[in-house]
């Protein structure tokens, strides 16, 4: 194959995977999106195995081949939805370690090489090592095998930047002295790496973990694109590209979901939890009735047949908690019985909600709930205040007042949905506990608007259910 046909058929690749992301951003096109993207990638490992003389490993790498796709199909079988965010997190992490792996291997070979590529290469294994350990920390954090509060070392901000500061010297003396020492500053390159990651990775918390998620997937495409410019392979670097520059898309639209700057993501400390403050009154111009008629009382389950025939305008919140319980398809049988009531019935979908974005709307549309029903948290937010009801499903963070009053939190500062300002909420969560950024939630106060029913998800929804 001629140089010009392998960059005309690496174009037309890359323009295939990024034609599979646009159709990814619909739910109605989102798995059509994923098998164009993954039948793109599929031609690009043929095609470079076509014009690459692999001679005596040829067998090697079909056996690698098989396994992984052996181990793909299993894990595609057995890992639930609930699974999926620490999934995405090891996937991150491999294709960092691959990159790295690639790196390290052009280092130590044997015939000189220019100082681009060293330091290419120097680039493309620390960036892999630094997600690769980044990655299996936030897996393990999100699969419980790691504590899920943030872990914060003695003098934790001056380590990770002198992690950083030793990855770039190492880089810088790579070119130095390519065939007497590249293969041992390969091997510290990669440890300084490794050691940024966990650093980097192991201090974040539950609220910054949709971040993580994101930013994780960025660096394992630019660890991609620059091992791609250290192997000479422009297939490898436009791929690696498009994945890098979507996933720092991403993290930048989860950035300012959560009103945090990406430094402060990178070399920030844990804030340390504080009291919450009440959550904000019903708006005086469209008083609670709940709150007139019994203002220091909690609100009960018998009154809730009551709120649903009263109730015009329902905003169902999904969150983690719904995922846990699997609880997806309750939600759509509620959606279907309150809109057979006459009730209108939307989704509020916080950006962040779950454990990595997009969490809330691949669940729902696995149960078939239209698309157009769900509502980003900008569009829906100042809808609230002329709702009649609120239906919270495991969701805390996203929906807590203190966000807007408890400085030094976790979740300071960050754009909530404004379910508070509602004429009444119904609270379906496990317990009353802080959720995973560890604030108080005011909303669980006694109210006389506020209804919690506590327990497992699937069963506060069957009492609603029983109750229309």
């Not at 599979?20 to 989102?30: D, E, N, P, Y």
């Not at 010297?169 to 790579?174: K, Y």
């Not at 009960?300 to 329902?314: D, H, N, R």
Request: with cysteine; net charge neutral; glycine share 10%.
């Amino acid at each position: 194959m001629s140089d010009t046909v392998y960059y005309v058929v690496s174009a037309l690749l890359s323009l295939g995977v990024l034609y599979g992301i646009k159709l990814m951003s619909k739910v109605r096109t989102a798995a059509l999106g994923n098998r164009v993207s993954a039948l793109c990638m599929l031609a690009a490992i043929v095609i470079t195995m076509y014009r690459t003389d692999m001679g005596a490993g040829l067998p090697y790498i079909i056996l690698g081949l098989l396994i992984g796709s052996l181990l793909s199909v299993i894990m595609a079988i057995k890992v639930k939805m609930i699974q999926m965010p620490q999934m995405v997190g090891l996937l991150n992490g491999l294709g960092g370690l691959a990159s790295a792996v690639a790196a390290l291997m052009t280092v130590t070979y044997k015939r000189p090489l220019g100082t681009f590529e060293l330091v290419t290469s120097g680039l493309a294994l620390a960036v892999g090592a630094l997600t690769f350990s980044g990655s299996m920390v936030a897996a393990l954090k999100l699969h419980g095998k790691l504590p899920q509060k943030p872990v914060v070392y003695p003098g934790h901000r001056w380590l990770t930047a002198f992690a950083a500061l030793v990855m770039l010297v190492l880089i810088v003396l790579l070119p130095l002295n390519p065939l007497h020492q590249g293969k041992w500053l390969g091997l510290l390159i990669g440890f300084a790496g490794l050691v940024f990651g966990w650093l980097f990775a192991i201090r974040v918390g539950g609220a910054d973990m949709p971040i993580t998620i994101s930013l994780l997937n960025s660096t394992s495409g630019v660890a991609a694109a620059i091992a791609g410019m250290a192997l000479g392979d422009i297939l490898l670097v436009a791929v690696g590209g498009i994945v890098g520059s979507s996933g720092l898309l991403l993290t930048q639209i989860m950035c300012r979901a959560m009103n945090r700057s990406l430094t402060s993501v990178l070399f920030g400390t844990a804030a340390r939890p504080q009291p919450a403050e009440p959550a904000p009154a019903v708006p005086a111009e469209e008083p609670s009735p709940a709150a007139e008629e019994q203002p220091a009382a909690s609100a009960s389950k018998e009154e809730l047949p009551k709120w649903l025939q009263e109730t015009q305008s329902v905003i169902i919140i999904p969150g983690y908690g719904m995922a846990v319980s699997q609880a997806q398809e309750k939600v759509k049988q509620l959606l279907d019985k309150l809109q057979a009531a006459g009730k209108q019935v939307r989704f509020a979908i916080h950006p962040v909600a779950g454990r990595m974005p997009g969490h809330m709307n691949v669940l729902l549309a696995e149960v078939d709930i239209d698309y157009e029903l769900l509502c980003e948290m900008e569009d829906i937010n100042s809808d609230f205040t002329k709702t009649d009801l609120v239906i919270i499903i495991g969701a805390n963070d996203v929906v807590n007042p203190a966000a807007n009053t408890a400085e030094g939190t976790p979740i300071y500062g960050m754009p909530i949905l404004d379910a508070a300002h509602a004429k009444r909420l119904v609270i379906c969560n496990f317990d009353t506990r802080p959720g995973y950024a560890g604030v108080e939630n005011p909303l669980y106060a006694p109210q006389a608007r506020v209804l919690l029913l506590l327990g497992d998800a699937k069963d506060s929804l069957d009492t609603i259910l029983s109750s229309l």
